[in-house]
Nanobody, 124 residues
Framework: QVQLVESGGGSVQAGGSLRLACVAS????????MAWFRQPPGKEREGVAA????????YYADSVKGRFTISQDNAKNTMYLQMDSLKPEDTAMYYC?????????????????WGQGTQVTVSS
């Protein structure tokens, strides 16, 4: 049974930073992508960043390039999202996802397993 548990969300002012973590249990693929998604209030879920669990290759949404960094610690089965220079438009529920099926790695429908999410609120 794959479980993904996110943590690290919170409330910050614009320009601040947060670091999200996603701990995976029951999932040990070394040749797949894991990803972070977010869903702002009243909007659809969107891809933020994805990382290949084998070689660490990463994809980023244009809206977060240069501000967010995705990383992983395979020994701890943990994926991270360092979020810097946060903006009010980054406010959303952030989810981690694992095990791709078919599709682009930043498309929500590509992933089989999801965490419950962690809320990030950025005030101006």
């Amino acid at each position: 049974q794959v479980q993904l548990v996110e943590s690290g969300g919170g409330s910050v002012q614009a320009g601040g930073s947060l670091r999200l973590a996603c701990v995976a249990s029951g999932y040990t693929s070394g040749r797949d992508y894991m990803a972070w998604f977010r869903q702002p209030p009243g909007k659809e879920r969107e891809g933020v960043a994805a990382i290949h669990t084998g070689d660490g290759f990463a994809y980023y949404a244009d809206s977060v390039k240069g501000r967010f960094t995705i990383s992983q610690d395979n020994a701890k089965n943990t994926m991270y999202l360092q979020m810097d220079s946060l903006k009010p438009e980054d406010t959303a529920m952030y989810y981690c996802a694992a095990e791709t099926t078919y599709g682009h790695v930043l498309f929500p429908g590509t992933y089989k397993y999801w965490g419950q999410g962690t809320q990030v609120t950025v005030s101006s």
